[in-house]
Structures are given as C-alpha cells and as structure tokens.
C-alpha cells in the first residue's frame, strides 16, 4: 500500500497536519506513502506548501520499537514523517511510533483486536475511505481489505455474477462399478439399517437371519424362510435359528411395517412376541424389538393417537383431509367424498382433491421428529417458505377460526405447549421414550397365520414419498432400478 507511508498534507492543500472530526466525532487521519508519490504537478502549483518537521519524535508513551529482524524494517509516513516500523505492525502501532496518538475505544495492544468501534479511523494512501487503523496492518501493498466493506472478492462476485453453479452438463454416473474389495455401490433397500447391521456382523461377528424374499446382502446371512410358517417355527422353537436367538446375549428382532398391511398381521406380530420373550428381547437394560416404520411421521402419529377408529374408515368417509398423506390408496376413498389436501410438492393425492391448501415441506419449516426408537430430534427452517405455503399449524389455526371452533394457540410455543400436555415425550428433545404397550393392547395368537410368503414392502426404493417422487434425479435413479 504505499503505506510505508504515512501521510501529510501532501493530500490536503493545507499545510498543517490534518485532524479533523468527522460527522462521528471520530479522527481521520491522512496517510501517504511517500512523499516523491506525490502528484508532482500539484505540488508544483502549491510550493507555498510548508516542509514536514522532521525532528525526532517522542513515541507515544515512550514505546521503543524492537526490530528482531533488521531486514523486516519497512519505512513508512504518517503525516509525512517518516518512521521506520517492524513488518507486522499495524498503522495505529506506526503512528504511535510517529509520535501521533490515534484516538481508540475497542483496542488494546495485549487483546485481539476486534476493530469494530471505527474510533481510530485514519486515511491511507490509495484507499478510497478510511480504515480502522488497529485492524490495519502496515505493509507496503495495497490497503484494499480493512474488513470494513471493501472487499475485492465481493468485486469478483459483482462482475461475475451469481454464486451458483451454471453446470448444466449431464453427470456420468456408473451402475455397479468394480471399486475394490472395500467400497461397493448402491443398495436398494433400507441403506442405514443395513449398514448397522453389516458393522455389527463385522465387529461382533453377530449372526443374522431373515425372512422374506431372498436377497443379496453385503454381511454374511442365513436366509431362514419365505412366510409367516418360518416365525412359528422360530416361535415354537422347531426352527434352528431358535436356539440363537436364545443363546444371544444381546439378540435384536426388526420387523418390517409391511406385515401390517396384512390380515393376518394379529397372528405375525403375536409369533414376534413369543420370540421376543423366549430370546429375551426386551428386558429392563436392553429392548432389541424395533418395528421399522414406513413413513417419517409414522412413530409420532402413534404417540399422537392418530389411528382410525375402524378399519374401514376411509371407505365410508364423507369428508377425507388428508395432511401430508401422499401415500393413501386413493380408490378406498369414496367418489362423493368431499377431499381436502395439505402438503407440499403437489402428489397424487393432490389430484382427487377439492381443495389444495400448500404447506411448507420440512425444509422450510421449524418441526419436531420422533423417530422409530422414540428418540425425538428438532429441526429448523433451512429455505424460505415457496408460494403461498404456509407451516402446518398456521393452516390448521386459521381454519379453525374460518369454522369458529378457534384453537387456542397462536404461537408455536402455544402448539409445543399443547402437545406436551398429549405426548409429553415428543417436547424432550433428544431423549429416547421406550414404547410402552400394555399386555391389554398385545394381540393374542390366536389367529392362525397365512402361509402366503412376505413380499416387498418398498419396490422403488428412490421413489417413497412426495419429494423423491418430484425428484428428476430419483427418477433417473428409479429408471435405472427397473431397467435392470
Ligand atoms: S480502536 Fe476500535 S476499531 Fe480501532
């Protein structure tokens, strides 16, 4: 910066040293480089101009200045009067060495140095505006960034335009590359559950066994049957696998959500249970029993007590509001039905709507989450609201003043407040509540099982909710997946 320079009336016609107040009270300075950068012709149309005092000066309280590296000295002006400084120095620092006292509220020499009070501001040569001079080092370059606003990356940004990335060329993408014995590409089914349970094959050397349709797992795994038979069998202990679960010290029994959609799913789960007590499952310091659910909000509607009060409910329903429900079978909804929709991203269920009412999607809105192990997590907003969308609450607060049953709550503190008084486990954040059913609730085995073989509870596995269905790149993926 030519700021080995501090500067004089060289920039002023005045031939004082300038110290003025700004509309701030605060002190500007006039800082130079060196005196032969000076306009020559200016200063040759003002030779009245008076020379700069060059006798030694006092630093300001004293300070000697130590040069641990002789060669590090650099040369600067302040108010023309030369000084010479070691590298690091910071202008405020030269100008004390100069004999001049910058005025200061937020500096102090033994603190890092925040510069946020602007209270020291001086002029430098080059720079278009003050700087904060205890935030400024003296260096012979370019004085352009103080962190002050003039920032020539913001000038890159400016004649470059927009931040976001104009790549418009298709990616190439590989199915099924050979990577090496250790990284493998994608899976199709619960990607995360598998990953647990192949770290738990490889560390504890846990023994795996499953039901339903064979498949490719990247663990070892025994595939035991085919249909509900195979769980009896396990159950009344005629099956192999029986005596593993018996022996395991800590044996973990994960059911799919799919047998619900069962009608024999009375006589599946109650086949779960008896080998859960017989294995031990769930005891006081371990519960190895999880039920992996289908849907994200699925744990925290149960919790709610959102269940249909009969089974055929939606068959015989004259008003159907559907709230981010995008995955209910449409044909069970009769057509005199009058159908309301809430949710985002305009699923099918959108199409045997009476009304859409657009909600905000998770990203855009503050939300609590329980997931399948009763583990409550929050999330905040990430985008802004698209449209006239709305958070979910908001929507169902102002229908209900629209119907004159108001709700009272107008807050999402009033809403967190209601829900703690319904579900208090689903307000304490982070904390896991271990599902309680009562002996009443179990159902009993006395349903006999269907011998029909388990199918697949999700086929696509890149299109299982309204956003991967609005996905291009999930269905590139899901192209793929069914051209195999
Ligand atoms: S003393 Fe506060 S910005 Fe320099």
């Not at 012979?140 to 470059?160: K, T, V, W, Y």
């Not at 595939?223 to 005596?243: N, Y």
């Not at 209900?400 to 049953?405: D, F, I, L, P, W």
Request: include cysteine; charge should be neutral.
């Amino acid at each position: 910066m030519g700021l080995g320079l501090l500067a004089s009336k060289a920039m002023r016609p005045t031939t004082r040293l300038i110290n003025f107040q700004n509309p701030n009270n605060l002190f500007l300075r006039t800082i130079v480089s060196k005196p032969e950068l000076r306009n020559p012709e200016p200063a040759a149309a003002q030779p009245e101009q008076p020379l700069v005092d060059l006798s030694p000066r006092t630093p300001v309280g004293g300070a000697r200045v130590h040069f641990p590296n002789p060669d590090d000295a650099i040369e600067v002006f302040v108010d023309g009067y030369p000084v010479k400084i070691p590298k690091g120095f910071s202008v405020l620092q030269a100008c004390e060495v100069a004999g001049v006292d910058i005025p200061r509220f937020c500096y102090h020499s033994r603190l890092s140095i925040a510069g946020n009070c602007r209270m020291c501001l001086v002029e430098v040569e080059k720079s278009p505006k003050p700087v904060a001079s205890c935030a400024m080092p003296a260096l012979p370059d370019c004085p352009i960034c103080d962190q002050g606003g003039e920032c020539d990356l913001q000038d890159q940004s400016m004649a470059f335009g927009s931040d976001r990335g104009r790549f418009t060329e298709m990616k190439r993408s590989v199915v099924d590359k050979n990577l090496g014995p250790l990284v493998k590409t994608p899976r199709v089914e619960a990607a995360m559950v598998n990953a647990r349970i192949r770290k738990s094959v490889t560390a504890n050397q846990a023994k795996v066994g499953y039901i339903g349709p064979a498949t490719d797992s990247n663990y070892d795994s025994q595939h035991l049957g085919t249909g509900p038979q195979t769980l009896v069998d396990i159950a009344e202990g005629r099956h192999s696998f029986s005596k593993i679960i018996s022996n395991a010290k800590h044996p973990v029994i994960i059911v799919g959500a799919g047998i619900f959609e069962r009608k024999d799913q009375d006589a599946i789960f109650a086949a779960v249970e008896t080998i859960a007590k017989q294995g031990n499952v769930v005891r006081s310091d371990w519960n190895g029993l999880n039920v992996l659910l289908l849907h994200a909000a699925q744990a925290a509607a149960l919790d709610l007590g959102l269940v249909p009060q009969s089974e055929n409910s939606l068959e015989s329903a004259k008003f159907v509001y559907l709230m981010g429900a995008d995955d209910t079978n449409l044909d069970k909804i009769p057509k005199d039905a009058f159908v309301v929709y809430q949710g985002h991203h305009g699923d099918k269920s959108v199409y045997r709507a009476n009304v859409i009412l657009p909600a905000a999607a998770f990203s855009e809105k503050e939300g609590i989450y329980e997931n399948t192990e009763g583990c409550t997590q929050q999330t905040w907003p990430a985008v802004p609201t698209v449209g006239d969308s709305r958070d979910d609450w908001k929507i169902i607060r102002a229908l209900s003043e629209v119907a004159e049953v108001r709700l009272p709550y107008d807050t999402i503190g009033g809403v967190r407040a209601r829900l703690r008084t319904v579900a208090p486990n689903l307000v304490q954040i982070d904390e896991r509540e271990p599902a309680a059913l009562p002996s009443s609730l179990r159902p009993t085995f006395t349903q006999k099982v269907d011998p029909t073989p388990f199918g697949v509870a999700v086929e696509n596995f890149y299109m299982t909710d309204a956003i991967t269905r609005a996905s291009k790149i999930m269905a590139q993926c899901s192209a793929m997946l069914l051209k195999k």
